[in-house]
């Protein structure tokens, strides 16, 4: 994978979501963009340098697109569904249950990429 695709990835995701954002809204836009391709970008930069170069620019187009209050409000929405899905898979006795520790993987990745999108300012060290 070289840097010019991780680039063209996150751009293609981004124009996406402005699509999303105009026909269904800002959750359905935020869903998509954060809660879904951010979340795998972010686990896919700790793998692969190309990936861990473009975070910084993605994350900085997910802080553009989205004003800080909305961004604020929708990590929070997606951070109570997140905690009450949590629970429920912790509880089922289903047969084949997530494992705790992908679970807490799951928990980790959402905060880094929460911390990301709330920083005060954005670094690149």
């Not at 996150?10 to 935020?30: D, M, S, Y």
């Not at 963009?33 to 620019?57: C, I, N, Q």
């Not at 997910?62 to 997140?82: H, K, N, T, Y």
Request: net charge negative; glycine share 4%; proline share 5%.
């Amino acid at each position: 994978m070289n840097a010019g695709k991780a680039h063209k990835i996150w751009i293609e995701q981004c124009e996406a979501a402005q699509t999303i954002k105009a026909r269904f809204g800002l959750t359905a836009a935020f869903d998509y963009l954060v809660g879904e391709k951010l979340m795998s970008f972010t686990s896919t930069a700790s793998r692969h340098p190309d990936f861990a170069r473009e975070l910084p620019r993605f994350v900085s187009e997910v802080r553009r697109m989205f004003a800080p209050d909305e961004i604020g409000a929708q990590l929070a929405q997606i951070e109570r569904s997140q905690n009450e899905r949590n629970v429920d898979v912790l509880e089922e006795d289903d047969l084949l249950p997530e494992s705790p520790a992908a679970v807490a993987e799951c928990v980790q990745q959402f905060m880094r990429v929460k911390e990301l999108l709330t920083a005060p300012m954005l670094g690149t060290s």
